[in-house]
T-cell receptor, first 114, second 115 residues
Framework: AQSVTQLDSQVPVFEEAPVELRCNYS??????LFWYVQYPNQGLQLLLKYLSGSTLVESINGFEAEFNKSQTSFHLRKPSVHISDTAEYFCAVTGGTSYGKLTFGQGTILTVHP | GAGVSQSPSNKVTEKGKDVELRCDPISGHTALYWYRQRLGQGLEFLIYFQGNSAPDKSGLPSDRFSAERTGESVSTLTIQRTQQEDSAVYLC?????????????FGPGTRLTVT
């Protein structure tokens, strides 16, 4: 069985500050890792994903995440956040016999203050 | 192009009644998923359809829950004899394939409230 733990339920930051949203997973097999984002009053959408290759993956709006196999982590970072980054962020994993269906963490609400 | 659509967007029902939730996936997507999100919790997998294969029903919480999919198109999630703990947002997603880490595209969800 797989599981995902997002260590922070809420993260408040000021605009232009750096942020890290933490995600740890548990799996006995190779995994694919995802970050999804849900902006206020919008549906869930993919932010970035790790399938294989380079352990550092980036999104088009400046977020990045690094797959760390030894620490079973996939933390999401941004060096300078904007008000528009305010949203709920979900880390998810799939792999092994569970390929296809996603196991999600409980979500982290990022609130960016001016 | 059109995304994943779900109907109704909101449903209020009395305890003990049956409800049907509908999902229209993106055309050409062979994989379809149902998840639910209860208040303050993450998304919980319910069921997964991949082409003509037998669905993965491992996430259905009880035999009151069932789902069908017509070919590679519309899917219906049915909850019989609803209970208050069934109150949640039910999300449908589709992807080109269920393997290989393809992106899942989510619909807007159906908010179910059982009174």
């Amino acid at each position: 069985a797989q599981s995902v733990t997002q260590l922070d339920s809420q993260v408040p930051v000021f605009e232009e500050a750096p942020v890290e949203l933490r995600c740890n997973y548990s799996s006995s097999v190779s995994v694919y890792l995802f970050w999804y984002v849900q902006y206020p009053n919008q549906g869930l959408q993919l932010l970035l994903k790790y399938l294989s290759g380079s352990t550092l993956v980036e999104s088009i709006n400046g977020f990045e995440a690094e797959f760390n196999k030894s620490q079973t982590s996939f933390h999401l970072r941004k060096p300078s956040v904007h008000i528009s980054d305010t949203a709920e962020y979900f880390c998810a994993v799939t792999g092994g016999t569970s390929y296809g269906k996603l196991t999600f963490g409980q979500g982290t609400i990022l609130t960016v203050h001016p | 192009g059109a995304g994943v659509s779900q109907s109704p967007s909101n449903k209020v029902t009395e305890k003990g009644k049956d409800v049907e939730l509908r999902c229209d996936p993106i055309s050409g997507h062979t994989a379809l998923y149902w998840y639910r999100q209860r208040l303050g919790q993450g998304l919980e997998f319910l069921i997964y359809f991949q082409g003509n294969s037998a669905p993965d029903k491992s996430g259905l919480p009880s035999d009151r829950f069932s789902a069908e999919r017509t070919g590679e198109s519309v899917s219906t999630l049915t909850i019989q004899r609803t209970q208050q703990e069934d109150s949640a947002v039910y999300l449908c997603a589709s992807s080109i394939s269920g393997t290989g880490g393809y992106e899942q595209y989510f619909g807007p969800g159906t908010r179910l409230t059982v009174t």
